[in-house]
């Protein structure tokens, strides 16, 4: 199947963005010759994405280690922009553990034996509002564990400031009140310091945090003898002459082979935060070194690794079997009966009932996954099995403003290709296009995107593809990207209102 994005060029070496999508957040470990990479997932479930690569550059989604958020009556609506922000994901103890901060509700923590599960259940290591970017270390010299966390402003009115706790060994527990380990408003020209992953090496406590805004910051670290400081600090990597604007917040791994890595984020609108790879070297007086001296790489030779197959995580899906990939989530915790099994291969979805069909944005069924590129299409057939009027179907580009194309029951029950968007103030959605007939409930679905995630939205109902509307602007939410959906909806009423059928969704380049 077709993939709009790879890095690996084939010849020894790789382009960034490695993950040309919204992986926002990434945290990273290598366990053996294997390198294991999460990110946030915010309000979508299942959460906790999780990643799996030899080489650093070719990467698969193997799972997620979360099936639902918590508290879940919280997440039964979508939450775009909250849940799981900045997860950072360990290895000790023979276990996978990941921490994350819950801007509303505080620090959780999770841990598994195997990476692909069983997961346990999330557990509330702090209570707090505003308590963000959570990082576990392990100090295998003295045994003692630490945490280090941020702060949001918006719910706890601090920022710019990082805390450091003793924490229990098996992760459960904080020890102490907690102590500002740097106070970045005492640092001259720094500001909006977050996203903190705490290391030990060559006898230091390392923090790595970025600070100065995702749009236009820079990746700092900090060093110190004792985890309670005094630190030092440094600025490792900026965006200097390069078009990568504000290099954020990541991870340092360090390969079987013994060399040194960074994986970080940038800021790219409606896409989301892609993932880029650096090199990293160690100076002389013992600080990173961090892509072209501090400056990020577009092409690099890979790391010197055993090869792996060109790849990159999944965007088609034939949904064999009635089953969707590992790529989709839903826009909040799924209930029972939105997808129905049936014994064929395409995606069939109920017809749910509910108030918000005017607006997707509030729409808890809605299957999204990220936009997979720069410059891509996406095809999908859909076949309405509804002649409820209002039922509708359809695929859409979602974000703070939106847009679908898709099918409608009429009042008298035939189904119509339609076409509506909904500006970011917009409380409903409008037409895009007049509606047309749709001859036997069935039509073939595209989007084509293009720089800019201009998205040009058009349709085929049984003479070939004819454009629809005016070319769309796709639009980020709050952190995070727009995303590609699926969806099937129906007034509120009484009894089932029917199904969607949705077939050979393709991605092309």
């Excluded at 906790?48 to 799972?63: A, E, F």
């Excluded at 729409?363 to 299409?377: K, S």
Aim: net charge negative; charged share 20%.
């Amino acid at each position: 199947m077709s993939r709009p994005w790879t890095a690996d060029l084939g010849d020894g070496t790789y382009r960034n963005p490695v993950l040309n999508a919204d992986w926002s957040d990434p945290d990273v470990v290598r366990v053996g010759e294997d390198h294991y990479l999460t990110a946030s997932s915010f309000g979508r479930a299942p959460g906790l994405p999780l990643l799996h690569s030899r080489d650093l550059v070719n990467w698969t989604l193997i799972g997620h280690a979360l099936d639902r958020l918590e508290p879940a009556a919280d997440f039964a609506v979508p939450r775009h922009d909250r849940g799981v922000w900045a997860p950072s994901l360990r290895h000790h103890a023979g276990r996978f553990w990941i921490f994350w901060g819950d801007p509303d509700h505080g620090i959780q923590q999770i841990n598994a034996a195997h990476i692909r599960g069983p997961w346990s259940a999330p557990h509330l290591v702090k209570a707090g509002k505003g308590l963000i970017d959570a990082c576990p270390l392990w100090d295998e010299e003295t045994g003692e564990a630490y945490l280090v966390h941020a702060w949001a402003k918006s719910r706890s009115g601090i920022k710019n400031r990082l805390t450091g706790h003793r924490m229990s060994p098996d992760g459960r527990e904080l020890l102490d009140e907690g102590t500002t380990l740097v106070d970045a408003d005492l640092i001259p020209g720094w500001f909006t310091l977050e996203g903190p992953k705490l290391y030990r090496h060559d006898g230091y406590f390392w923090i790595f945090a970025p600070a100065g805004g995702v749009e236009t910051g820079w990746q700092g670290a900090f060093r110190s003898r004792e985890f309670f400081g005094p630190y030092e600090e440094r600025v490792v990597l900026a965006q200097g002459t390069t078009d990568v604007n504000g290099p954020h917040q990541g991870g340092w791994v360090r390969t079987a082979a013994g060399t040194d890595w960074f994986l970080h984020f940038q800021a790219r609108g409606a896409y989301g935060r892609v993932v880029h790879l650096q090199p990293m070297r160690w100076d002389e007086r013992g600080w990173p070194v961090i892509g072209d001296e501090g400056e990020p790489v577009s092409v690099h030779t890979k790391p010197d690794v055993p090869a792996q197959p060109v790849e990159a995580p999944a965007c088609g899906d034939d949904f064999p079997g009635g089953r969707y990939g590992r790529q989709w989530q839903w826009t909040a915790n799924p209930r029972p009966g939105w997808t129905v099994e049936h014994a064929g291969d395409g995606l069939r979805l109920a017809c749910v009932r509910t108030g918000y069909a005017h607006d997707l944005r509030a729409l808890p069924n809605v299957l999204v996954q990220r936009l997979p590129a720069e410059t891509f299409a996406v095809e999908v057939g859909l076949t309405l099995n509804s002649g409820e009027p209002g039922a509708r179907a359809g695929l859409a580009v979602l974000g703070d403003a939106f847009g679908w194309i898709g099918l409608e029951a009429g009042t008298d029950g035939a189904a119509r290709l339609v076409h509506r968007y909904a500006e970011t103030v917009a409380e409903r959605e409008r037409d895009a296009e007049y509606p047309r007939p749709a001859p036997g409930g069935t039509a073939r679905l595209r989007i084509e995107v293009t720089s800019g995630a201009r998205c040009r939205f058009l349709a085929d109902t049984g003479d070939g593809f004819r454009p629809s509307g005016q070319v769309f602007a796709a639009t980020p939410w709050r952190w995070v990207g727009a995303l590609l959906g699926l969806f099937a909806t129906a007034p509120t009423g009484a009894g089932p209102a029917g199904t969607a059928d949705f077939t050979a969704f393709r991605t092309t380049d």
